[in-house]
């Protein structure tokens, strides 16, 4: 049952001091047990910098432009934006307020509302640790390509050879495919075959872990101070290919097929659960690093601008980088197809010159020199008259050509290093683009280890006293169980964790979080709470999108990607070396295995700490019974609710606590 407000400012003019201190009694005691090194921000710069830092992230230049052409382009845009006004910026608002009003990390703002939810916050805690182990792993591949982009010609533009022979993997694939697998992950044909340690791999990922350490060890004050340059950096880079990748032949048309409207993709079912996640994650809901951020701002900030501030910025940047991609993608795209009519019209040449043709089936172009034809000439006429035509002859579609190789590090490691390898001047691009994904992925990792350490510190007292020593176990920690990533098989286990071990967990969190607060602890008692802190209230709006809307649809969409997950095996993508190729393959019994357990194992707080909650209460109650000779007691004192009071204690001084047990 849902609790009363709280009373109002108004409503409390004519107490007493005493009674005062009853009303915040307990916000006063969790105030006096913070551990002494939450200084707060020195500026509002600061706090900007490190949540749109952490939001905006490598999934912003990966994953959203891929996603945005392949489920129809400006109408997934549309879609993207209505689910990150109803959902998104609502339950980011949520947070944000959680963590400003309680001044703690996730597992102290849930176990201050209620003892019976800390396992919330430990739960975001080892969601958090799996994101940082295969994280990292993502900045040390952005080092190697970095250090391997100072270099002409790059490594990755041509294919080696072997005794004056083309290596034939190279040859049957491409390039980039061929240094991205051989050269850098040295990768084996499927995860059952893990294969030795890759030690360049390993020695950037422990430059990686270095430089988080470094950038950490002193908590916010030492991490912001690297954000000013991670946080800015990028966007630097990105409007420096945007105003390049503009100016190329193709660039156009890429852009034109990102935006082209597929209005029919909204009564798809999948493109709604993979536009919900995209806003889920690009925001960072559920890690706790935004309720640890908040967490350090003075109590009356306007967190309610910050939500759409950050939000906003965030899908900019997911516009720009799309931009950016589709333009550069759209000049590889070009390049690539009119390599293809080129080859294709020799052909076609070939056969005239050795063959009676129909008169009526010549092209109207001049087929004598192929490469004065153009892409549209070529193609119409192909329609018409290329299936009469015998030999390798193809429709050199661009849009088919635009689809190769754009999603995660495929796009990133692949497919924009051949763009940017076509470019003049192609070393200083490509270090530019893996210094850009470097500093987006550490802007994240700052994020993704306070989403770990804040909360940690302020539970355990020991810890905060030794926050630098448990920041250098925790790093040393990450690195050697990163280990397992810089195997040959290492990417393979990169996607597993990236697909599984934080996407159900993490829609599950923020779906007791958002049940919590709106149902347990009310809807309308956080907005007093809101109202207190900032001096208005916020409308009321917000009370049905927390209790109905965004409730519905974190279920829905635990719904959907749940009965994914068991309806269809999971795959993973393989490199066939003897192929040459990327082909799918169903991960084994013993992967499924170590999926389920990752699962499990970062839900397993929840339930614990509620067990353990419940049988506190219990304890507490039969001691009490014991000392007082009776079954119930009861209280005469007329207290009220107060703002972020225990929900626990509300329920023993109503008593009721036996109902909600």
């Given at each position: 049952m ?29 105030a006096?047990?913070e ?38 382009g ?62 990292n ?13 100072f ?6 533009i ?20 061929y ?24 020695c ?27 946080s ?5 880079v ?22 082209y409207?597929k ?32 967490s ?6 306007n ?16 516009v720009?980088a799309t ?12 390049g ?22 129909d ?35 193809t429709?050199?579609?661009?849009e088919k ?36 994904l ?41 690195f ?40 347990l ?25 927390w ?10 969409l ?53 067990i353990?909650?419940?049988l506190?209460e ?15 007691i ?28």
């Amino acid at each position: 049952m849902e609790k009363q407000p709280l009373p109002t400012e108004d409503d409390m003019t004519g107490t007493t001091e005493s009674e005062v201190s009853v009303f915040t009694g307990e916000e006063s005691q969790q105030a006096l047990s913070e551990p002494p090194a939450r200084a707060g921000w020195n500026s509002k710069i600061e706090y900007f910098l490190a949540q749109v830092g952490f939001s905006v992230g490598l999934g912003n230049v990966w994953r959203f432009p891929y996603l945005c052409h392949q489920n129809g382009g400006g109408a997934f845009l549309l879609l993207y934006v209505l689910l990150m006004l109803v959902v998104g910026i609502p339950l980011f608002f949520l947070e944000l307020a959680a963590g400003q009003a309680i001044r703690q990390g996730s597992i102290g703002v849930w176990k201050f509302i209620s003892p019976r939810l800390a396992g919330i916050g430990y739960s975001s805690c080892v969601v958090c640790f799996f994101v940082a182990l295969y994280y990292n792993v993502i900045l040390a591949w952005s080092f190697f390509y970095l250090g391997n982009s100072f270099q002409h010609p790059l490594p990755w533009i041509q294919c080696p050879e072997q005794g004056n022979v083309t290596v034939k993997e190279c040859e049957k694939s491409s390039p980039t495919s061929y240094f991205w697998y051989r050269k850098a992950l040295d990768i084996t044909d499927s995860i059952d075959d893990t294969g030795s340690f890759n030690p360049y791999i390993t020695c950037c990922l422990l430059a990686a872990w270095t430089i988080v350490c470094l950038g950490m060890f002193k908590g916010i004050k030492s991490s912001v101070k690297v954000m000013y340059f991670s946080s800015i950096f990028p966007y630097v880079v990105l409007f420096c290919f945007l105003v390049r990748g503009l100016m190329l032949d193709g660039a156009s048309e890429g852009i034109r097929y990102m935006f082209y409207p597929k209005l029919e993709i909204w009564g798809d079912v999948q493109v709604w659960r993979q536009a919900a996640t995209q806003v889920f994650f690009a925001l960072g809901l559920g890690f706790g690093s935004i309720i640890a951020y908040s967490s350090y701002n003075p109590r009356n900030n306007n967190c309610h601008r910050d939500a759409f501030t950050v939000s906003s910025i965030n899908f900019l940047t997911s516009v720009l980088a799309t931009l950016v991609v589709f333009a550069v993608l759209g000049f590889r795209a070009k390049g690539n197809v009119m390599e293809c009519v080129v080859s294709n019209v020799k052909e076609l040449s070939e056969q005239f010159h050795n063959s009676h043709v129909d008169v009526s089936r010549m092209p109207s172009f001049n087929y004598s020199v192929p490469q004065s034809v153009s892409l549209e000439d070529y193609r119409t006429w192909f329609k018409q008259h290329g299936a009469n035509f015998s030999g390798n002859l193809t429709d050199c579609d661009l849009e088919k050509e635009m689809q190769k190789g754009v999603e995660g590090t495929g796009l990133a490691f692949i497919a924009f290093t051949e763009a940017m390898s076509l470019l003049p001047g192609s070393p200083f691009w490509s270090a530019l683009f893996f210094l850009m994904l470097l500093n987006l992925g550490l802007s994240t990792m700052f994020g993704t280890m306070e989403g770990i350490l804040a909360p940690l510190t302020d539970r355990f007292k020991t810890l905060a006293n030794n926050k630098t020593k448990f920041t250098i176990i925790s790093c040393i920690i990450g690195f050697v169980i990163g280990l397992l990533f810089t195997q040959r098989s290492g990417n393979y286990f990169v996607m597993m964790f990236d697909d599984y071990s934080a996407t159900l967990p993490l829609i599950i969190v923020v779906v007791f979080e958002t049940f919590s607060v709106s149902w347990l602890y009310g809807a309308d008692r956080f907005l007093d709470d809101i109202e207190v802190m900032l001096g208005w209230r916020p409308s009321v709006i917000y009370k049905y999108l927390w209790k109905y809307i965004c409730l519905l649809a974190m279920l829905g969409l635990l719904g959907a990607t749940g009965i994914r997950m068991v309806i269809t095996r999971p795959t993973y993508m393989a490199w066939n070396q003897e192929k040459a190729s990327e082909e799918h393959l169903p991960y084994p019994d013993w992967a499924l295995a170590v999926l389920a357990l990752l699962i499990i194992f970062a839900m397993m707080p929840v339930p614990v700490a509620l067990i353990h909650a419940l049988l506190q209460e219990r304890t507490k109650r039969i001691s009490r019974e014991a000392e007082n000779g009776q079954y119930s007691i009861v209280s005469t004192d007329d207290k009220f609710e107060t703002a972020m009071t225990d929900m626990t204690d509300l329920d023993q001084r109503n008593g009721t606590a036996d109902s909600f047990s």
